[in-house]
């Protein structure tokens, strides 16, 4: 049987991994951290020291980082993925970065004769553990077909996308979208609570309506309680923020609200609330 590489457990990677080993896939994992990998060892996956460990005796490894530098680093650095990379063997970088960095990466795993694919998902904790992301790959199409029975046990829907890049500049715009409902939605919610209405009865109208979404029912109730542990970081969607505004700056497409969004978010980094739920940005726009 097979094995599969996959590098990087954290919030999103341990569950997308899990989800793997227990379809019956074969898995050989990485983590910075090693104690993480304990677990997956548990459950039955090979442990590896290095990501070239990895890449030089995994068909396909795929990459679920935190940032462009940790995509970067774990590619490029010493006994990185590039280092075993070769001979046909595919590496699938699901992890969110700019375009440019999603090409650097690209030309040079197939310098070394690789295949590569980005595949940047829509979905945060919750939607990683029930495996129903939303895949958006662009690369080396052959390796999407032959990485579909992963994406499977991982996503509810896969779009190819095209070249390098559309994927990464399809999740930034994704992910824009989503930090500027978010940040509108919490001004909602600091306007009611002055103007003296229950926050309840806000998210009861915005539910009944044509505004109805699962973000809204999911995080209005959070943040109503206070609850603000980490599905999806204040500090990625702040970079997601930062990397879409770019993207705009690059193609010279005004962004009025995604680049107030961002500030509000870059507030919210200020605050100590980094490692929070995106949601906490509420904490910035109501003090």
């Known amino acids: 049987m097979e094995t599969y590489g996959f590098l990087g457990l954290g919030i999103m990677g341990s569950a997308m991994a899990k989800n793997l080993i227990k379809a019956g896939f074969k898995v050989k994992v990485w983590n910075r951290s090693q104690a993480k990998c304990e677990e997956f060892a548990a459950l039955g996956a090979a442990v590896a020291a290095t ?9 396909i490894t795929i990459a679920m980082l935190a940032d462009p530098a940790a995509a970067r680093e774990v590619c490029f650095g010493p006994q990185g993925a590039l280092e075993g990379i070769g001979a ?3 590496y699938v970088d699901m992890s969110t970065v700019d375009a440019a960095t999603a090409q650097e990466i690209s030309t040079a795993v197939t310098a070394k004769g690789g295949r590569f694919l980005e ?3 829509s979905g945060s904790k919750k939607p990683a553990e029930d495996g129903t992301l939303i895949i958006l790959a662009a690369g080396d199409h052959g ?3 032959k990485t579909m029975p992963l994406f499977e046990k ?19 715009i994704v992910n824009m979208v989503m930090g500027g409902m978010m940040t509108i939605f919490c001004e909602g919610l600091a306007l009611a ?58 193609l010279n497409q005004p962004l009025a609200s995604a680049a107030a969004a961002n500030e509000s978010f870059k507030r919210a980094k200020g605050m100590g609330l980094a490692d929070r739920d995106f949601c906490a940005v509420l904490k910035a726009i109501t003090s």
């Open 88 to 90: 046909g063997r595919g």
């Open 119 to 121: 595949a940047p998902v």
């Open 143 to 145: 390796l999407f077909d």
């Open 193 to 250: 609570e002055k103007a003296g209405l229950a926050s309840a009865d806000l998210l009861d109208v915005l539910d009944s309506g044509a505004l109805a979404n699962p973000m809204f029912k999911l995080k209005g109730a959070q943040m109503t309680q206070g609850m603000f542990d980490p599905a999806f970081p204040l500090k990625h969607m702040q970079k997601d923020m930062r990397l879409a505004v770019a993207l705009g700056d690059a």
């Open 51 to 59: 990501p070239a460990e990895v890449t030089s005796s995994c068909a």
């Open 154 to 172: 991982m996503g509810k829907k896969s779009l190819f996308l095209g070249d390098v890049g559309r994927g990464a500049e399809m999740k930034l």
